[in-house]
C-alpha cells in the first residue's frame, strides 16, 4: 500500500468524518485551483466512533449519496486515517540507497520502530530531507497504521464504486491545505507558528505548525455533537431534528443565552486548554494566530470570542478564498461547509504533487 503517491490522476479527497462524508474535486489551470465538484452527505449517529468506522456499508452509501450529489465522474480517491491511528517517526538511513533497498532496510528493522507484528500493519516512507547532522544521511519519515484502520476506508470505497489511490493521515492532509490560507493572514507565514484548531462533531485536533510544518498534534475528545446533543434533551427533538436545528434555525428565543453561548465557553475553553498544553511541552513557544476549522468554527460569532479570551488573531479557515468554482458548485453553500472542507481540501491537491 503506498501512501505517498507520486503519480499525476487526478484524484476525489473524501474525508470521512464522524458526522459526515465530505467529498471534494479539484482541477488546476497554470498556478489556480478550481473546484470542480463538492458534496457533503450526513452520516447516522456511531457509523464512525473515535475515528474508526463502525459499519463499513453505511459509510459506503453515504459515499454514494455524496459521489451522486456532486457529480463527480473521478474513480479514484485519496482518504485519510486519524493522526490517533498512526504512528509517525523519522528515522535517518543512508543517502545513498535507492527506494527499494531502504524499503528492504526498513522491513528489516521495522519492529524496532513499530509495535506491532509486520503483517498487522500497513507502512510507508518518504524521504524528508537531507540530515542536518550528517549530510551522507537522509531525515526519512516513516508512518504506520494497523491494517484495518486502512482496510475499512479502502473497503468503503470499493463498495461505492471507487478505488483507493492515496491513503493519507489527517494531520498530513491539513498541513497540505495550509498554504491556501496564507491569503487570509495578513503576513507571511515565513518563521510564523499558526495553530489550527479543528473542532467537529466528536473530536477537537490541534495541529500547529511551524515555518509550513507540522510540529505538534493533538487529538481531545470534544465537539458539535454536545450541542446537538443538549438542543435535543432541552427542546425534545429527535437527534436528527436537533442537528437541522442547529445549522438551519428555528429554535425558542432562549437558545442562544441559555444553550449556545455555554457551548461556545465550553469550546473556547477547550482550544485554551490544548494551547496550553502545547505551550507546556514544547519550551514555551508562543502561536502567531490560530485559526479555527471544522464544523463548529461555523457557529457565528465564535472567533471574536476566541481572539478576545487569546488575545491573539484569529481566523476562520476558508482554503477556496482564490479558487475558482464550476457552474456546479454554489458559491454561498461552499462558502458555509468551507471551514469543515479543509482535510478534504488536503486529501484533494494530492492530484498534484
Keep these: ?13 473524501i474525508d470521512i468524518s464522524t458526522a459526515a462524508v465530505k467529498l471534494l474535486e479539484l482541477s488546476k489551470a497554470g498556478a489556480r485551483y478550481r473546484v470542480e465538484s463538492y458534496a457533503v452527505a450526513p452520516l447516522p449517529q456511531d457509523a ?13 452509501d453515504s459515499i454514494k449519496a455524496a459521489l451522486k450529489q456532486s457529480g463527480s465522474k473521478l ?14 517517526k523519522v528515522i535517518t538511513m543512508p543517502a545513498s540507497l535507492n527506494d527499494d533497498e531502504m524499503e528492504e532496510q526498513i522491513m528489516v528493522e521495522a519492529d524496532q520502530y513499530v509495535p506491532y507484528s509486520l503483517d498487522e500493519v500497513n507502512f510507508d516512507f518518504e524521504v524528508q530531507r537531507r ?14 497504521s494497523r491494517k484495518e484502520n486502512v482496510d475499512d476506508r479502502v473497503d468503503a470505497l470499493t463498495k461505492a464504486g471507487l478505488k483507493a489511490k492515496i491513503i493519507d493521515v489527517e494531520a498530513f492532509a491539513m498541513e497540505n491545505a495550509f498554504p491556501l490560507l496564507s491569503d487570509q493572514l495578513p503576513d507571511s507565514l515565513e518563521g510564523q507558528t499558526i495553530a489550527i484548531a479543528d473542532i467537529g462533531a466528536t473530536m477537537a485536533t490541534l495541529n500547529i505548525l511551524h515555518n509550513f510544518r507540522t510540529v505538534y498534534t493533538r487529538e481531545q475528545g470534544f465537539g458539535g455533537k454536545q450541542l446537538t446533543e443538549e438542543i435535543q434533551r ?32 465550553a469550546m473556547v475553553q477547550q482550544i485554551q486548554r490544548s494551547l496550553q498544553f502545547f505551550m507546556s511541552s514544547s519550551a514555551n513557544r508562543g502561536i502567531d ?10 457557529i457565528p460569532g ?41 482535510i478534504a481540501c488536503g486529501l484533494a491537491l494530492r492530484s498534484f504533487d
Design 131 to 144: 540530515n542536518e547532522a550528517n549530510p551522507e544521511m537522509v531525515d526519512v519519515l516513516l508512518a504506520a
Design 289 to 298: 494566530s490560530l485559526i479555527l476549522a471544522g464544523g463548529c468554527a461555523s
Design 234 to 265: 432541552r427542546y425534545g427533538l429527535s437527534y436528527e431534528e436537533a442537528g437541522l436545528a442547529k445549522r438551519h434555525g428555528g429554535l425558542p428565543d432562549n437558545y442562544t443565552s441559555d444553550v449556545l453561548d455555554p457551548f461556545k465557553r
Design 302 to 342: 465564535i472567533e471574536k470570542l476566541v481572539e478576545q479570551t487569546l488575545g491573539i488573531p484569529v481566523y476562520i479557515a476558508n482554503p477556496f478564498v482564490n479558487m475558482a468554482l464550476s457552474n456546479k458548485v454554489k458559491p454561498q453553500t461552499l462558502s458555509n461547509d468551507a471551514p469543515a472542507m479543509m
Design 1 to 13: 500500500m503506498r501512501w505517498f503517491n507520486q503519480n499525476q490522476n487526478v484524484v476525489l479527497g
Design 75 to 88: 474513480k479514484q480517491a485519496s482518504v485519510a486515517v486519524a493522526g490517533s491511528a498512526v504512528m509517525t
Design 48 to 60: 464512525v466512533i473515535d475515528k474508526n468506522i463502525a459499519n463499513v456499508n453505511v459509510i459506503a
